[in-house]
């Protein structure tokens, strides 16, 4: 299938350059000489900070190249209040301010990202490379995009138009030493006066990752590592995008294609298999091999996004289609009343524990103009989803899901000073759940008669929820200082997951259970902004304070599972009322004129104040910590935009947890970086070092997907990359 897609992908290339010359070489008409290349430096984050009352920070592909991780969530780990869920070397979820899952939406290309992201172990299918620009928002932006940005979103910004004229590209190479990952992308673009096209080609092989530590305990149990390797952690990734069409002067029309497909095995003592019975001869004989268990996730989306101005307002619609199409590969083990062997006539591959196949249809339009000092932006998006199940293991069933809003916003300057905001948004969610029974029989006892039955694992079900929200802003800017205020309201409709899951999740050893009578979460928010500058200081600290009157968890029970596996514990989802507060400090101080240093620091403290766990925290709760940074960058002849840098990270120990959550001791890790700029004819050459975790320090992240067992994050890692723009023709 990857063959396939490369192949069509490489057709589509050539004829697009096909094209472009051909329109090239009818072009007779007069060429006019350009002036010199004015170079302007972006000042949209600032702008951004000035004109919006959200907290919301901004950053550009230079910024996630100086700290390139495994995946785009782990390059924007710097940005205080941001946090990553991770799995391995390679996936990851964001965490913004404690918040993740379904609570927390990414936006690509104006698109809304929909994968299978209720599961810890399930990344974020989004290539670092494709991305330009991405913004932050921490804090709830469900006036913006409507239910799952409860807690703060993730904007990815569509690439710029390249320029009239150009047939150009760009080289990328990556390695990476802790886990022998070298990977590299293409990318070739063209435009002549409105037509333009933009293509990337990625593709990273990586081995399984080493850990400071050459055994780890995996359930009371003690599993030696072999070359301190986490054996099968190894993965593989192949990404195409193109996106193509007309950027006029009041019109523009633009079409996006994305295909990522990864495969990256689960680490084999603690998925799914007894530590005891891993193969370690089989396991270990290479680093790179992906065996039993692994995952296999292809996610696909095409979309249309066509702008145009008629007299004083700025129009915009959006169409998008996206599949994931999600694999869990293990082995048969069955479990309670499963089968000893795995009968030969089933509907699914005797190795396919799980397969998650959703289908999204999206549409949204929007209108921007002015009345008088009025702002005014109105909306209306809509959302169709389908998920489809597959495999011998059942966690959730089938689902069908529509979401539509209708959205008004208004900013409005006061004076040079002060700038209102105000909006309002009304939601309606439906989900329909499809009934699932076992493909099995189970015995059930009943007044004293034993009979044997296929057990209904879900029920046919239909959840309406309405939701009103609203946001309110104030900035006030007088000259060095900036103040800022917003407080509103969102809301977020219970998943499948939430409402109907009814199976044991074997990467965790618990059973999991729905509840069909919860309501959809609303969370009630206020933010604050001060921002302050002036000579060699710059300083900007941002508290908040959030209530959720009917927080969504799961919580453990005293209850056992009886028929599908060895008495895993019951976990169910319940509601109650959390308060959550913490914000985040950054400071910076320019010493001399190239030398500089900064302090980044966050917190947060989240309590459930009703309840079964009233007065415990929620889990994945980050602890406190502080970053100090020294930033060096000198002026060398022949080298542009050269750093020197080091930093320094101090996290707290979290004693504050959800059981069967562990306390979570304190660590220290140091980073060095590198990173500079060559200039060959009119094109610069970017190489950046870095050095991670300096001292292969022996540490614990307590959110990550493996704290459960007390696996160390990894080791000592030293990443160089390279980019190399070229020019063809301008």
């Known amino acids: 299938m990857i063959e396939n897609k490369s192949n069509r992908f490489l057709i589509y290339l050539l004829f697009c350059l096909a094209f472009f010359s051909k329109v090239q070489s009818q072009n007779n008409t007069p060429k006019a000489k350009e002036l010199e290349e004015v170079v302007i430096k972006d000042q949209s984050g600032k702008r951004l900070k000035k004109e919006e009352s959200l907290n919301i920070e901004a950053v550009n592909s230079g910024f996630i190249q100086r700290n390139l991780g495994g995946s785009l969530m782990q390059s924007l780990q710097r940005i205080p209040g941001v946090k990553t869920i991770s799995i391995g070397s390679g996936g990851s979820k964001p965490l913004i301010r404690g918040l993740s899952f379904n609570q927390v939406i990414v936006v690509e290309n104006g698109i809304k990202h929909e994968g299978q992201q209720w599961g810890a172990d399930h990344g974020l299918e989004i290539d670092q490379y494709a991305v330009n620009r991405v913004e932050i928002i921490k804090g709830p932006s469900s006036f913006i995009y409507g239910s799952d940005a409860i807690g703060g979103a993730v904007n990815i910004s569509p690439l710029p138009f390249p320029k009239k004229n150009t047939l150009g590209g760009a080289v990328d190479f990556t390695a990476k030493s802790n886990n022998e990952q070298f990977g590299g992308s293409l990318n070739l673009f063209g435009r002549n006066q409105n037509w333009f096209f933009d293509t990337r080609i990625t593709s990273q092989d990586y081995g399984d990752y080493r850990v400071p530590a050459d055994m780890v305990q995996v359930y009371n149990y003690a599993v030696p590592l072999y070359k301190n390797h986490l054996r099968n952690t190894a993965g593989r990734e192949l990404d195409l995008h193109l996106s193509t069409g007309y950027a006029g002067e009041n019109f523009k029309s633009v079409f996006y294609f994305s295909s990522v497909h990864t495969k990256s095995g689960f680490f084999a003592n603690a998925h799914g298999l007894e530590p005891r019975n891993v193969d370690l001869e089989l396991h270990d004989k290479s680093s790179r091999d992906i065996l039993m268990p692994f995952q296999e996730v292809t996610h696909t989306k095409i979309s249309n996004t066509t702008s145009f101005e008629v007299g004083n307002h700025a129009l915009q619609t959006q169409l998008g289609f996206q599949n994931n199409f999600r694999r869990e590969w293990s082995h048969y083990v069955n479990h309670g009343y499963m089968p000893p062997l795995y009968p030969a006539d089933m509907y699914a591959p005797h190795d396919l524990e799980r397969q998650y196949d959703k289908d999204v249809f999206s549409a949204s339009v929007k209108d921007e103009f002015s009345a008088g000092k009025h702002q005014f932006t109105i909306g209306l998006n809509g959302e169709q989803q389908q998920n489809e199940i597959n495999g011998w293991s059942f966690l959730i069933p089938a689902f069908n899901q529509l979401n539509a809003g209708l959205f008004a916003y208004d900013k409005m300057p006061l004076n040079d000073f002060w ?292 696996l160390p994050e990894a080791g000592r890692n030293i990443i160089l990359s390279v980019k190399v723009p070229f020019l063809i023709h301008q």
Do not use: C
């Open 419 to 710: 700038m209102l905001h105000g909006a309002l948004r009304m939601d309606y969610g439906q989900i329909k759940i499809e009934q699932y029974n076992d493909w099995f029989e189970s015995e059930i006892t009943q007044n004293g008669q034993t009979n044997r039955e296929y057990l209904k694992r879900s029920e046919d079900l239909t959840k309406t929820f309405k939701s009103f929200t609203w946001s309110a802003g104030v900035n006030y800017n007088p000259g060095k200082v900036l103040f800022k205020a917003n407080a509103g309201t969102s809301f977020r409709m219970p998943i499948a997951k939430e409402l109907a899951s009814n199976g044991v999740n074997y990467h965790y050893f618990r059973f999991e259970k729905g509840n069909q009578n919860l309501n959809a979460e609303r969370s009630y928010q206020l933010d604050l902004g001060i921002d302050w500058q002036e000579n060699r200081w710059s300083l900007q600290l941002n508290p908040f304070f959030n209530y959720f009157p009917n927080f969504i968890y799961l919580n453990p029970t005293s209850q056992h599972d009886i028929y599908y596996g060895a008495g895993n514990q019951v976990f169910e989802y319940q509601q109650s009322k959390v308060m959550r507060y913490g914000g985040e400090l950054q400071a910076k101080y320019q010493f001399l004129k190239n030398l500089s240093g900064e302090i980044l620091a966050e917190y947060l403290y989240s309590e459930q104040l009703s309840g079964s766990k009233k007065g415990y925290t929620l889990p994945f709760s980050p602890p406190a910590s502080v970053l100090f940074g020294i930033n060096y960058n000198p002026e060398i002849k022949n080298l542009r935009d050269t750093y020197f840098s080091i930093d320094y990270r101090f996290t707290a120990q979290q004693n504050q947890i959800v059981p069967p959550e562990k306390k979570t001791a304190d660590s220290q890790v140091f980073n060095l970086a590198f990173g500079t700029k060559l200039q060959a004819g009119k094109q610069d050459f970017a190489v950046s070092l870095q050095v991670q975790n300096v001292f292969n320090t022996r540490y614990l992240n307590h959110t990550s997907f493996y704290r459960l067992i007390e």
